[in-house]
């Protein structure tokens, strides 16, 4: 006989017939000659009661159930008389798989989550990590199943490259050089003729200018893959590997690439809330009491579109009134975390898209707006709507969300060629590495536009966890690539 699925077994009313469950017992107790064990197999949070008399087993057997160990019991499916659940095991015969002894970590209730990361490898089986991976499942299902249905083509960029998409920099080197022997040419510059790709490479920080290639041939495609940051930022919020979901679609406008931004987030909560209902109630009960009533406020609320301009204005509104900031907000300033979430989580709070963002720390593929003065590229720009900036604007549309911050980076690219390389010769960028990109803009070029979404931070927010290092199975940091 095959073993059934806890998830199956509660379900199962054909009580009285023979069964077998297999899994981790989460605890036992025990009272007059009989005892219970709760047991979890990872299929649900739910655990199954087994149910067995002292006198039917060997006592040598009995002692090795202990938190932990793994066992396979058969036995009989009975209506259960406790409340909270239908069914449970009476069992006839159980085997211990492994035992578990009291050196196992995960043996206490209420560790740290500290505690847990450093037994990354032994904290997937608490209740907490398994809600989370089984949303994780869950949302990484909704994601393809939005694009499919959509029309979209799942796309797979390389995860090697010679050029640094976001321009900024913080890239992993590839390289099967001997480093104990590094050539380096009079300039004193490593040679990488005789590297494995015959020039330097990284891991990649974006799909995007891959994705582009691919939109401009087949409409709309999405990329879901790793990504990896060399950022030394420690901070709750970022990963040096992550996984990004990146759309991009020809014929775009900016409007419409909101329109997809916020449609796409809240069919991925509405799908967690309609499949992942106990694993939720599970996270709201012990991790976040307002879990569920925020992912369904999300739901109903319109998010707020701002244009980066109007934001700085609400920001100096907020100083005037006397809010103390630490780090400045003016015009051409790269918004902190603090303002983002004070214009999300005090100011509107509901999730906002922020629109047309100062040129000077934005990536130089954004669509450029248009100069009011048209004398004075370096002017005042027009931007979302009509709202002037007092200087050169680019297209961007991140989305903001309460107690994340920035979930979404997006713009519309800009698709003449001319304007294009004036940017990229402005930041005095290598166009060695980026001449088949810019090529999408010689031959039959378009309007397009696309997004990245932090995976892991889409995961953060839907299941109230508050450190990104606990979303992911194994999580890559400064300094931290243990497991
Ligand atoms: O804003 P970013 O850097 O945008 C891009 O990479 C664009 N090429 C995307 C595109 O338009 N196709 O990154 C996109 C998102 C961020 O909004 C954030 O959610 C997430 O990726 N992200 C990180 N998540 C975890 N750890 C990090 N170090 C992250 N860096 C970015
Ligand atoms: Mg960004």
Redesign the pocket.
């Known amino acids: 006989m095959k073993r059934t699925k806890v998830i199956d077994a509660l379900k199962r009313t054909d009580f009285g017939s023979e069964i077998i469950i297999e899994g981790w017992v989460r605890s036992k107790r025990g009272s007059k000659g009989i005892f219970f064990i709760a047991i979890n197999d990872g299929s649900t949070i739910k655990n199954i009661q087994i149910v067995g008399e002292d006198q039917n087993f060997d006592e040598s057997v009995i002692k090795l159930i202990t938190t932990g160990a793994c066992l396979k019991v058969t036995g009989v499916l009975v209506e259960s008389p406790a409340s909270g659940q239908a069914s449970e095991v009476q069992a006839r015969d159980i085997q211990v798989l492994g035992t578990c002894d009291a050196s196992y970590p995960m043996q206490k209730k209420g560790q740290s989550f500290e505690f847990m990361r450093q037994h990354a490898h032994m904290r997937l089986r608490t209740n907490t990590f398994g809600a989370v991976m089984r949303i994780r499942h869950n949302m990484a299902m909704a994601i393809h199943t939005y694009f499919h249905e959509h029309g979209f083509f799942y796309f797979h960029t390389p995860l090697i490259t010679a050029s640094d ?2 321009g900024a920099g913080n890239m992993f080197q590839v390289t099967t050089k001997n480093l104990y022997d590094l050539q380096k040419d009079e300039q004193g510059k490593i040679i990488y003729d005789d590297d494995f790709f015959g020039e330097q490479t990284s891991l990649t ?2 799909g ?1 200018l891959e ?1 582009e290639l691919g939109a401009t041939a087949l409409g709309a495609i999405y990329t879901f893959g790793p990504t990896f ?1 060399a ?1 030394n930022s420690n901070t709750p ?3 040096a590997e ?1 996984w ?1 979901i ?1 759309p ?1 679609v020809a014929f775009l406008d900016q409007e419409e690439l909101m329109d997809l931004e916020e449609d796409f987030i809240k069919y991925c909560v509405r799908w967690a809330l309609d499949h992942c209902q106990d694993d939720l109630e599970f996270l709201n009960k012990m991790i976040d009491k307002t879990l569920i009533e925020r992912l369904q406020g999300v739901l109903k609320e319109d998010f707020v579109r701002l244009p980066y301009t109007e934001g700085i204005n609400i920001l100096q509104e907020a100083i005037k009134a006397g809010h103390k900031f630490e780090f400045p907000c003016n015009w051409g300033d790269d918004l902190a975390s603090e303002h983002e979430r004070y214009l999300v989580e005090e100011h509107f709070r509901k999730p906002v898209i922020m629109t047309d963002y100062p040129r000077a720390f934005k990536s130089f593929y954004m669509k450029q707006n248009a100069p009011v003065d048209a004398a004075n590229p370096d002017g005042a720009s027009v931007g979302y709507r009509g709202a002037v900036a007092p200087g050169p604007t680019m297209q961007g549309t ?1 989305v903001l969300f309460p107690s994340i911050g ?6 519309v690219r800009e698709e003449d060629y001319d304007k294009l390389m004036g940017e990229i010769e402005r930041r005095q960028m290598d166009k060695t590495h980026l001449w088949w990109y810019v090529d999408t803009r010689r031959w039959g070029s378009c309007p397009h536009a ?5 995976f ?2 889409l995961i953060l927010f839907v299941t109230g966890m508050q450190n ?1 290092r606990d979303v992911i199975p194994f999580p890559r940091t400064p300094k931290n690539a243990t497991f």
């Open positions: 998409c976001e920080v974006s995007q994705g940051r950022e919020r970022h990963l992550f990004m990146e991009e991140d920035e979930i979404i980076g997006g713009s696309g997004f990245g979404l932090g892991e931070r990104i």
